[in-house]
């Protein structure tokens, strides 16, 4: 059973790099996007980009100047670089799988709660 | 303000029926994307319901059902129970901002 664990610093300082791993285990890494997704009071759900096990990322219009996804399939992880953070970047950041060809997203991790403040 | 509407709020008893909607437009729902639902137990994180507008996973009991009609899409639930009472959302891609959306969420109170 393939399941999907975050994990990053829970504070981060305004105008810094926030930064996160998702872990993936039981399955492989090479037949889904992987995407980031967070989801904030005032925001609401918002869907932040995804990365194929090649490297080929897709970032939304809204955070493409400041993020960055990566992969490292040695270590079955995929990472969420966030720069120039502010106090409405704070949500609870998830990963999730999406199926090729498909565009909803059928696994999701159980989310990390970030805070931005000095 | 979210691409996608939902209403803040709906409320059924015990074994009654209830829906919810997603308004959508020309570019998302109406173009021919397909709408996807979501429930999400408090404390807990979004749960694939249904896809592809109708279709629902392993394990989603047949009293959740999707429909989508024109720029608009809608999931109903039946024989409500008290462990439905959640929020759902509705998700779909929008050709205008490029990128998956989803709408605002619902809470659903079991009254």
């Known amino acids: 059973q393939v399941q999907l664990q975050e994990s990053g610093p829970g504070l981060v300082k305004p105008s810094e790099t926030l930064s996160l791993t998702c872990s993936v285990s039981g399955g492989s890494i090479r037949d889904y996007y992987w995407s980031w997704i967070r989801q904030s009071p005032g925001k609401g759900v918002e869907w932040i980009g995804y990365i194929f096990y090649s490297g080929s990322t897709n970032y939304s219009p809204s955070f493409q100047s400041r993020v960055t996804i990566s992969v490292d399939m040695t270590k079955h992880q995929f990472s969420l670089k966030l720069t120039s953070v502010t106090a409405a970047d704070a949500a609870v950041y998830y990963c999730?799988?999406?199926?090729?060809?498909?565009?909803?997203?059928?696994?999701w991790g159980r989310g990390t709660q970030v805070t931005v403040s000095s | 303000q979210s691409i996608l509407t939902q209403p803040p709020s709906v409320s059924g008893a015990p074994g009654q029926r209830v829906t919810i909607s997603c308004s959508g437009s020309?570019?998302?729902?109406?173009?021919?994307?397909?709408v996807h639902w979501y429930q999400q137990l408090p404390g807990t994180a979004p749960k694939l319901l249904i896809y592809g507008n109708t279709n629902r996973p392993s394990g989603v009991p047949d009293r959740f059902s999707g429909s989508k009609s024109g720029t608009s899409a809608s999931l109903a639930i039946t024989g409500l129970q008290a462990d439905d009472e959640a929020d759902y959302y509705c998700?779909?891609?929008?050709?205008?901002?490029?990128?998956?959306?989803f709408g605002g969420g619902t809470k659903l109170t079991v009254l």
């Open positions: 020309s570019s998302n729902i109406g173009t021919g994307y397909d």
């Open positions: 999730a799988r999406q199926p090729l060809d498909y565009w909803y997203f059928d696994l």
């Open positions: 998700q779909s891609y929008d050709s205008d901002v490029s990128a998956w959306v």
